[in-house]
């Protein structure tokens, strides 16, 4: 008895899937706002021009990573952010439609400013003052 060929005829591919109609949305995902670790941040509106009835969502990312709980179009910027990288994912879904991811672009949040003492840095310690001021005058002799 021979072998049996299971990949006769497919090489090169098989079947294609069928093509699912796109989701459409009303402009890029942009998101305004500064670099600082406080704040807020804020995505311009979005809408899904066609098809009707299409869901979108929004999510936070922190690094690439989902920001557990932020799906507004604005967020809050926390501690958490500090020196991390902020952007939103946009996901559009209806029946019969292929799924749409889109990206914002990227805002890098700029590390807390703090005292440096010898290679230290203090940041946001509540006993430490503010920032002092010099004044006075130096006497030579």
């Known amino acids: 008895m021979g072998a049996l060929s299971l990949g006769t005829g497919l090489a090169g591919g098989g079947l294609a899937a069928p093509?699912?109609?796109?989701i459409l949305l009303s402009g890029p995902a942009l998101i305004s706002g500064d670099d600082q670790p406080a704040g807020l941040l804020s995505l311009?509106?979005?809408?899904?021009?066609?098809?009707?009835?299409?869901v979108l969502g929004i999510e936070w990312l922190r690094d690439g990573q989902p920001v557990?709980?932020?799906?507004?179009?604005?967020?809050?910027?926390s501690g958490s952010d500090t020196g991390a990288a902020l952007r939103v994912r946009l996901r559009a879904s209806a029946a019969g439609h292929a799924t749409r991811?889109?990206?914002s672009n990227l805002i890098q949040i700029a590390a807390a400013a703090g005292w440096s003492f010898s290679g230290s840095t203090i940041l946001a310690h509540p006993a430490v003052p503010a920032a002092p001021t010099v004044s006075g005058h130096i006497v030579e002799v």
Do not use: C, E, F
């Open 19 to 22: 093509s699912l109609p796109p």
């Open 44 to 54: 311009a509106p979005v809408d899904v021009t066609a098809p009707s009835g299409a």
């Open 68 to 77: 557990p709980g932020q799906t507004a179009p604005d967020y809050a910027k």
């Open 101 to 103: 991811l889109a990206l």
